[in-house]
């Protein structure tokens, strides 16, 4: 497997594990068996691309070119391979983890719980293999978003307090300082690629 192919089925690995956890839900034996394969799947093809990246190779994607200088893309490079490495093992550890405490104490929306995950995991390794500033941002965006239903999890008024406090933290500081870094980058310099050496030399 070349490793262009292997981000795009890290990317999507776990969102297709969401839907096979949403169309098991009523069988909690098969759906917990679907999570635990999804993120077992996801550290596998994340573990793929250390050979290549080791060696100095940099797999790249581009899915979309917004406007010139403006692309959803990504890239395996080691600091972002390491992040992504240990949120796909963690992956497998907290869901062992989360089964056996979910089903001690009979928590409820537990489906919800497990196809969240799925998509933060997703959300992880979209900003892991971000290759420039944009796709950060909006993958960074998707990870809060998809997180708060965990951060609320148990219902309860003091959860969903957090909750709100938890998006309001999130949501203010990522607009209104990283988008607005963005935008003054973009302007700036005309590209949001992360480079070796920067992209704002002279």
Do not use: C, D
Request: no cysteine; proline share 3%.
């Amino acid at each position: 497997m070349n490793g262009e192919l292997a981000i795009l089925l890290a990317l999507l690995t776990p969102l297709i594990g969401a839907l096979g956890i949403l169309a098991t839900r009523k069988n909690p034996n098969k759906r917990e068996a679907v999570t635990l394969v999804t993120s077992s799947a996801l550290f596998i093809l994340v573990a793929s691309l250390i050979s290549p990246v080791m060696t100095g190779i940099r797999p790249n994607v581009e899915v979309l070119e917004i406007v010139p200088g403006l692309k959803l893309a990504f890239e395996a490079e080691p600091l972002g391979l390491i992040f992504a490495l240990i949120a796909s093992g963690l992956w497998i550890v907290t869901s062992i983890y989360a089964i056996g405490y979910m089903r001690g104490h009979h928590e409820t929306n537990q489906t919800r719980f497990y196809t969240f995950f799925a998509i933060a995991l997703s959300s992880a390794v979209g900003v892991a293999f971000a290759a420039n500033m944009f796709t950060m941002f909006i993958f960074y965006e998707v990870l809060t978003l998809s997180t708060y239903p965990l951060v609320t999890h148990s219902g309860t008024a003091a959860a969903k307090r957090g909750g709100r406090t938890y998006l309001g933290i999130l949501l203010t500081t990522s607009i209104g300082f990283q988008l607005l870094a963005v935008i003054w980058t973009y302007i700036s310099v005309g590209t949001l690629n992360f480079e070796s050496g920067g992209i704002l030399e002279g």
